[in-house]
């Protein structure tokens, strides 16, 4: 459940964080931490129910502190006193959800752009790890160049009918919804012809392959769209103003892989996708499981 009664100071906040971890985390756990005992906290991690505890985390607005607690799935609070949760969780070793994308990203744009409906519905999954997001931005053909993105959505009644592909999709073979840039009308400006939508990556004609790198790895996708239909009211803003909702995404991709609350080790962001992934392994499944300028080195892009 959610945390009720707001903290009145810094000082306050983290002594209701220390308060709820000392509650829900493992017998031993917080003793562990007091006492510098990291193979006992290693133990401990190893030995808890990491999907439950993703569902607790996110249900009491830890994993997303700054997110308006009235989704199910935040506590309101400023980035300031988020910053204070957040190093308490650090401090604390607290494993996080690894759906860095959409809690990253996803959620906030939601939060900014989305429909009453679209935040009810898909937010608390979202925080709680149940529904993992990914982003489908970058084409083969576009390159650093998103909004030449060819990918194209055309309206059939209450619906969109999605036919291209998308590539360096990390999470794509894990992931629930997508969140989709797609040309609506070819006949005006590039910047102005695109709309957003957040796709069901389990719909009928969605496929996604892995990208198998030279080392085996595949941290990364490619995915197809073959008649894909999206319902209108998975649209995010306006038809046609796909690019300012696309912006927003993309400023909060940068909070996510750098700023408060991003991720160093076991936090969301930051980390290399192989070892979350790695980490992870086994843990979810795909019911449950980018820029203006691409980032230079892939392992930092998120399609």
Known sequence: MAVDAP?????????????????????GWMDAVDAGDDEKVVALRRDLDYSEWCVRL???????????????????LAPGEAKVVNEVLGHCRVPRPFNIIGIGMGGPTLIACGTEEQKQRLLRP???NQEIWCQLFSEPGAGSDVA?????????????????QKVWTSLAHLAKWGML???????????RGLSYFVVDMQAP???VRPLVQITGDAEFNEVFFDSVRIPDSMRVGPEGDGWRVAITTLMNERVSLSGAGSVSGDTVG?????RLLERHRGVTDRSTASGLRRPTSRAASSG
């Open 7 to 27: 903290a009145t100071t810094s000082e306050d906040l983290r002594e209701q964080t220390l308060a709820w971890l000392r509650e829900n985390l493992p017998p």
């Open 58 to 76: 996110g249900e009491a607005g830890y994993a997303t502190p700054t997110w308006p607690k009235e989704y199910g799935a935040g506590l309101s």
């Open 126 to 128: 979202l925080a709680t």
């Open 148 to 164: 030449g993105l060819s990918t194209r959505a055309v309206r059939d009644g209450d619906e969109w009918v999605v036919n291209g």
């Open 181 to 191: 840039l797609a040309r609506t009308n070819p006949d005006v400006p590039k910047h």
């Open 205 to 207: 004609g969605v496929e």
């Open 270 to 274: 930051g980390s290399p996708l192989s």
